[in-house]
């Protein structure tokens, strides 16, 4: 049957196409039979058609030329309109991508944890020039999106320090490892953190396996941008150390004004109490005198200064003593300033202080604990060392070095181990105990507050503070493996409950050198 009208038949055809029926071969079928070759047609075309028909007329030659055209321009009608279907979305998506503006991405994408911010930076140039910029880390930072992350440095394997650097993130309980090339081979710095950035200071290097006597001691300083995994250097020391003591200062630019001194003597006490140990014109070396310094040659210098820290609000990083070139402690102390990216010679440490075995920054001091369990204070803005004294000094076992940190900038904690007597039973052992102590300023006094759960297996633990909370690593060597123990206490809670975050998850392949040298930082990013 045949058809005149072409537009007729076409539409005719259309609408039995729905069925599985074509009206070229529409005499050929019937609800009982058809097409001989039709019953062989494919599972696609008959569940279409939703019927199933039987061969009734015609050999098989009568009607392939039939039965091949329609299946075939079927096939094609079919496969377009799928093709149609699955472009559409694809398209959409393209669109909503190509036309979303900048500033609504940086807002999406400052909000990511850090492992899912530097997977983004792999989908495309543009997601990563947006990410990478100072502007889009400093939004990110203003709107308090970055989490912390603890750094741990100085692990070793085989007697060689391979430069290694886990890191942990707290919000997710994961540990990540990052290569350090530059850090190959190099032992016994400090670090610390400033904004979102690492600062390793001083330390010695080796070629081959760890040996103080054939090594080098360093005065460079390294910095290291987890965010970005770039790392640049800042300007050298005064002197080579080793193992020094550091702390950072915010510098507020409203408070700390630049000002000509008069040669006129301070009072020798200040709020902490204590003797001034300074003999001479305590503003020679002030840090307000070195600020109008650096403030008069900052032209001069100011193509100099790396981007880095030109960026950034102004700090400065507090050195003081360490270890020398031929292993002699130092009582040296210096102020690198973020301004001119200078380092500059403060007043020494006080006289028979002892070897300086932790300090921190707090409300503006830089308070540092010697070995002779002595306790002194930096004051920054005036530029002279005070002792401080209390009575008595809390009791601890000398083979552990106390750590000093500080809270919210307001509150100074230190750990020690001290005996336990027995817990006060009779006939019952002592034992050793780790416990937290906080500083009273209005009494001088330390007071403790919590034991640590875990018995002091590790004699150089590690403790750093961010915020309210103290993270604490324990790293030791027991029946021939390396363990370690990541606790935390936050001190807002007055319980001070210690709660552990990880259980020898990265310790087991490292050598026992990582338990003397390790050092950590914590960032927010």
């Known amino acids: 049957m045949r058809f005149g009208n072409n537009h007729h038949d076409k539409l005719m055809e259309e609408d039995d196409e729905t069925r599985g029926v074509l009206l070229k071969c529409l005499s050929l079928y019937s609800r009982g039979g058809g097409c001989k070759v039709c019953a062989t047609t494919s599972d696609e075309f008959g569940e279409i058609a939703g019927k199933v028909y039987k061969p009734v007329c015609g050999a098989q030659d009568t009607s392939v030329g039939c039965f091949s055209y329609g299946v075939e321009n079927f096939k094609k009608r079919h496969n377009k309109k799928k093709n149609l279907q699955l472009q559409e979305p694809l398209d959409n998506n393209n669109q909503m991508h190509v036309f979303l503006p900048d500033d609504i991405l940086e807002m999406c994408l400052m909000r990511l944890p850090l492992t899912s911010l530097m997977n983004s930076r792999l989908v495309c140039k543009r997601w990563r020039a947006l990410t990478t910029t100072a502007r889009f880390m400093q939004m990110r930072r203003d709107g308090s999106y970055p989490s912390p992350w603890l750094f741990l440095f100085g692990t070793a394997k085989d ?23 530059i850090l190959k081979g190099r032992f016994s710095f400090s670090v610390t953190s400033v904004y979102d950035n690492i600062f390793i200071v001083g330390g010695r290097s080796s070629l081959g396996k760890m040996d103080r006597h054939s090594s080098k001691t360093h005065k460079g300083v390294l910095v290291l941008s987890p965010s970005t995994k770039s790392w640049h250097k800042v300007a050298s020391m005064k002197y080579a150390r080793s193992k020094p003591v550091v702390g950072v200062y915010e510098v507020n630019t409203n408070r700390l004004t630049i000002k000509s001194q008069h040669n006129h003597f301070l009072r020798t006490r200040t709020r902490v109490g204590g003797v001034s140990d300074v003999y001479e014109d305590p503003h020679r070396l002030s840090v307000r005198r070195l600020s109008r310094t650096s403030f ?17 609000q102004r700090f400065l990083i507090i050195a003081a003593g360490g270890f ?11 102020i690198f300033d973020s301004s001119s990216n200078k380092w500059t010679e403060i007043q020494r440490l006080p006289i028979d202080f002892g070897p300086a075995c932790s300090a921190v920054v707090c409300n503006g001091i830089f308070y540092v604990y010697s070995e002779s369990d002595k306790l002194a204070a930096y004051d920054i803005s005036h530029g002279y060392w005070v002792r401080v004294q209390w009575t008595p000094p809390p009791p601890r076992i000398h083979e552990y070095s106390p750590r000093l940190m500080s809270c919210d900038d307001q509150r100074l904690f230190m750990v020690s181990v001290s005996w336990c007597e027995g817990d006060g039973e009779i006939g019952r052992r002592n034992k050793a105990v780790r416990k937290l102590w906080e500083f009273d300023f209005e009494y001088l006094t330390w007071n403790e ?24 690593v324990e790293m030791f060597k027991i029946f021939g493996q390396v363990l370690e123990f990541l606790t935390m206490c936050d001190v807002s809670d007055p319980k001070m409950n210690w709660v552990h975050l990880s259980k020898n998850q990265v310790a087991r392949q490292m050598d026992v050198s990582s338990c003397a040298m390790k050092s950590m930082a914590v960032v927010h990013l």
């Open 296 to 312: 008069d040659n900052q032209k001069s210098t100011k193509s100099k200064v790396n981007n880095h820290v030109k960026d950034r």
């Open 324 to 334: 020398g070139s031929w292993d002699e402690a130092l009582d040296s102390c210096e």
């Open 449 to 472: 507050v919590c034991v640590h759960p875990d018995a002091p297996m590790d004699w150089n633990s590690v403790f750093v503070a961010d915020k309210n909370l103290i993270f604490g």
């Open 159 to 181: 007697s060689f320090f391979s430069g290694d650097i886990h890191a942990f993130d707290v919000s997710f309980n994961k540990w990540h490892k990052i290569e350090a090339e």
